[in-house]
Nanobody
Framework: QVQLVESGGGLVQAGGSLRLSCAAS????????MSWHRQVPGKQRELVAT????????NYADSVKGRFTISSDNAKNILYLQMNSLKPEDTAVYYC??????????WGQGTQVTVSS
């Protein structure tokens, strides 16, 4: 079992910034990669950003490129999502996901991000 604990969500005005954190109960050496997803009520969960934790290779959804940065602190087993220039359309519940070497996926509990105009 892998537990992912997210924090950092909240309310922010458009143009502001938030930094989400995802702390894992296992070493990142157990993961092939980690990712951030978001979901709005009534819509499917959307991939936001991915990172290969060992190499640091990252990928982003077009909607967040240039504004969001995913990173990992492998020593502390913490995944981050730095969100800048936030827009109201970024409002969603954000989830952290870890994929293990055995290709099992584990999800965090989700943290609410609300961007007001």
């Amino acid at each position: 079992q892998v537990q992912l604990v997210e924090s950092g969500g909240g309310l922010v005005q458009a143009g502001g910034s938030l930094r989400l954190s995802c702390a894992a109960s296992r070493s990142f050496r157990a993961f092939n990669g980690m990712s951030w997803h978001r979901q709005v009520p009534g819509k499917q969960r959307e991939l936001v950003a991915t990172i290969t934790t060992r190499s640091g290779i990252t990928n982003y959804a077009d909607s967040v490129k240039g504004r969001f940065t995913i990173s990992s602190d492998n020593a502390k087993n913490i995944l981050y999502l730095q969100m800048n220039s936030l827009k109201p359309e970024d409002t969603a519940v954000y989830y952290c996901k870890a994929r293990t070497i055995l290709d099992n996926d584990f999800w965090g509990q989700g943290t609410q991000v609300t961007v007001s105009s």
